[in-house]
């Protein structure tokens, strides 16, 4: 009876062992990388630190039978004022092997397993990327993925829908 009133977070974190449900990582790989310094020698030393902004992007695609590729994007903008100090843009795609999930524990396990698992490699990549680029960035925080998962879950509940599988948290 418990088992029926979980949510598919709760079974798709605490059933895995139960039912046999695998999430296997076949391959990690960098899939674009871009770093852009407009004008770094127009920029006020004075000012200090620029501002920067982190903004996270998902795109997931059902390869095969139990098979997705997930691609993790993330972009950190830097500005100093109304100028760029820099954009500096990592994707990381994984390649994924599913079994013993139910199609409701879908969702969660693509858009929160998933990204935990790229996120390191994505933040990593940028860090060297400012830097090599002449820049300090502070280290990027973790992202709790299952946060923004529930809330997307949320909103979407809110609007009389429900994310498929492949929907990405923004």
Not at 13 to 41: C, F, I, R, T, W
Request: glycine fraction near 10%; proline fraction near 8%; charge should be negative.
């Amino acid at each position: 009876m418990a088992e029926e009133n979980q949510t598919p977070e709760a079974a798709a974190q605490g059933g895995n062992q139960q039912q046999g449900a695998q999430m296997v990582v076949q391959h990690v790989y960098l899939k674009d990388a871009s770093y852009e310094a407009p004008s770094p020698h127009e920029l006020e030393q004075a000012q200090g630190q620029p501002d920067i902004n982190l903004n996270l992007a998902q795109r997931t695609n059902q390869i095969g039978e139990g098979r997705w590729e997930v691609v993790l994007t993330v972009t950190v903008t830097a500005k100093q004022g109304d100028k760029t100090a820099f954009i500096c843009e990592v994707q990381y795609g994984g390649l994924f092997q599913f079994s013993g999930f139910s199609e409701e524990q879908m969702p969660y396990v693509v858009n929160v397993l998933c990204p935990n698992v790229l996120f390191p490699y994505n933040r990593t990549q940028v860090a060297n990327m400012v830097q090599a680029g002449g820049f300090y960035l502070p280290p990027i925080q973790p992202i709790n993925f299952e946060a923004v998962f529930r809330q997307r879950m949320a909103e979407a509940q809110g609007q009389g829908g429900q994310p498929a599988p492949g929907d990405a948290p923004q």
